[in-house]
């Protein structure tokens, strides 16, 4: 057992078990979340029988195994699991703050045909436990976290729940500052809406069109259907008044057409959105190439002619296999 699988509840109830006070909990808690201490050796104000009874008693946890650092000061992390398996987070420096994007399953079951962290499938879900080591081995210690690295947080609920949860209990995070990415499972974004409405809301898209999607996105476009997908963010939209933002990966020649960006534009209306133009990164297992920068501003101009509010995302992390999944295959492929 590690310290993270210990909620505040649990650690409480831990401490008591032992005979120690239950200032002890907030005590442990500063350590790892204002001090970034996770080790109970270098939690100087603890009792040194205490420190020595803690060592015993829980494991080392998840680990760092590797960096890669890009040149605008992005920091990927291969963080390896006890179990053995990797997963991956990246650190994003922007307008003077950290964001962390952290991922929610080993693998992926989707298998998008332009991202990499679906081509070897789905490993398994992480735990709680295992969401939140990502946000608490950052440094420096992240004000955002957005659930945008490897898997579906959707198909993974209750651990993506708990950790939200506990990020804003333990670590003292606000929900307006962490964001889902999501394909769209059926039922899931109203669960969203209903259970954590202050989260923010992004939609993983790619593709205006039904068609389309079932073409780079099958599993996700089999799953929830286009029209129903954007049935429900409307009813989310209804229940939190949030603003949803669309991911929209720009991949030549396939969905980066005029006629694309008209299809865009018109099944978002009604909505408050921002629709995020997202230039592609190459990846070992697909053989898609990035839009033309200028083809990319045409698309931009289309959709703001029409009235949407639509950006083109900086690439960050460039030079340091920053697509999802590129670290940890790489990593498998070295092994």
């Known amino acids: 057992m590690n310290i993270l699988e210990l909620s505040r509840e649990g650690l409480s109830k831990w401490f008591e078990g032992l005979g120690e006070k239950p200032f002890r909990t907030n005590q442990i808690i500063r350590w790892i979340w204002e001090k970034s201490v996770l080790d109970p050796e270098k939690m100087t104000d603890l009792p040194e029988n205490l420190r020595k ?34 997963i991956e987070s990246v650190l994003m420096r922007t307008a003077g703050h950290v964001t962390i994007c952290v991922s929610t399953q080993v693998g992926c079951p989707l298998s998008c045909t332009f991202c990499q962290s679906g081509s070897t499938g789905l490993e398994r879900n992480l735990e709680a436990s295992e969401i939140i080591y990502q946000v608490a081995l950052a440094r420096p210690k992240p004000r955002n976290v957005v659930f945008m ?38 039922g899931m974004i109203t669960r969203l809406a209903q259970e954590l409405p202050r989260i923010n809301l992004a939609i993983s898209l790619h593709a205006p069109t039904q068609r389309l999607r079932e073409r780079i996105m099958p599993k996700a476009a089999k799953v929830m259907q286009i029209r129903k997908l954007i049935g429900e963010i409307k009813l989310y939209q209804g229940i939190t008044g949030n ?55 045409f698309f931009l101009e289309r959709l703001r002619s029409q009235g949407r509010d639509a950006t083109v995302r900086k690439s960050l992390g460039l030079g340091v296999d920053s697509a999802c999944g590129q670290l940890r295959a790489r990593r498998s492929n070295d092994e």
């Open 53 to 86: 009874i803690m060592k015993e008693n829980f494991s080392k946890g998840p680990y760092v195994e590797k960096t890669a650092v890009s040149r605008d000061r992005s920091v990927k992390l291969l963080v390896r699991l006890e179990d053995g398996n990797a």
């Open 149 to 186: 690295g490897v898997g579906e947080p959707m198909l993974n609920w209750t651990n993506f729940k708990e950790s939200v949860l506990r990020l804003q209990d333990e670590a003292g995070m606000s929900q307006r500052h962490m964001t889902v990415s999501t394909v769209g499972v059926p």
């Open 243 to 297: 603003r949803v933002t669309f991911e929209y990966v720009m991949l030549d020649g396939i969905n980066d057409g005029l006629d694309s960006a008209d299809a865009l534009a018109d099944i978002t209306d009604g909505i408050a959105s921002l629709i995020n133009l997202i230039p592609y990164n190459p990846t070992d297992c697909a053989s898609y190439k990035p839009s033309n920068p200028a083809k990319i501003r």
